[in-house]
């Protein structure tokens, strides 16, 4: 059975510290791996995609790594600000006969305090 | 400006009633996806569509109907059969590119509580 497997569920961090995110996965055959930005009430937001062959990703303060061997990726943010309080979640996309089908993470809940 | 407009944005259901969720997008997408959120638990595939007239079931489909008669709009409708629908609803929709490869784009989604 494909997982998607976050931790921490939640952290709480002071604005500029950095945090790291991680999302362990079960699933197979993969295809390509993303973290999404959720704002409290609000839809998802794609913030990075990572396929197999790529191990380091990066949108602004947002780094992602992955790693295909362990099937471990990160989310990193550096320099935290107040408006990085929102869930990050993975999603894990495996390849099928009918199109691929993704798997989703339950979230890591951030909260960054000032 | 292209994006995906779901409402209500909140939704109050007595036992019993059937409701509609309306989900509309100009982003001329093929596919079209409704999600469950509860807290805490990752997102779950309820109905999905990759073209017009043509709509599939995903995970947890019982309790749930919808329709496809436009390639803009796949509106939900949360029956009465459905046992716990009180949840936060999202749709989306992707369009599978080389360069951002099953990327969803969601809506803000409708949060609907049964009372």
């Known amino acids: 059975k494909n997982q998607v497997e976050q931790s921490p569920q939640s952290l709480i961090i002071l604005e500029g510290k950095n945090c790291t995110l991680q999302?362990?996965?079960?699933?197979?055959?993969?295809?390509?791996l993303r973290w999404y930005k959720q704002d409290t009430g609000r839809g998802p937001v794609s913030l990075t995609i990572m396929t197999f062959s790529e191990n380091t990703k990066s949108n602004g303060r947002y780094t992602a790594t992955l790693d295909a061997d362990t099937k471990q990726s990160s989310l990193h943010i550096t320099a935290s600000q107040l408006s990085d309080s929102a869930s990050y979640i993975c999603v894990v996309s495996a390849r099928g006969a009918a199109g691929n089908k993704l798997t989703f993470g339950g979230g890591t809940r951030v909260l960054v305090k000032p | 400006d292209g994006g995906i407009t779901q409402s209500p944005k909140y939704l109050f259901r007595k036992e019993g009633q059937n409701v509609t969720l309306s989900c509309e997008q100009n982003?001329?997408?093929?596919?079209m996806y409704w999600y469950r959120q509860d807290p805490g638990q990752g997102l779950r595939l309820i109905y999905y569509?990759?073209?017009?007239?043509?709509?599939q079931k995903g995970d947890i489909a019982e309790g749930y109907s919808v329709s496809r008669e436009k390639k803009e709009s796949f509106p939900l409708t949360v029956t009465s059969a459905q046992k716990n629908p009180t949840a936060f609803y999202l749709c989306a929709s992707s369009i599978e590119t080389s360069s951002r490869p099953g990327e969803l784009f969601f809506g803000e989604g409708s949060r609907l509580t049964v009372l």
């Open positions: 999302c362990n996965y079960t699933v197979s055959p993969f295809s390509n």
């Open positions: 982003l001329n997408h093929d596919a």
């Open positions: 569509s990759q073209i017009v007239n043509d709509f």
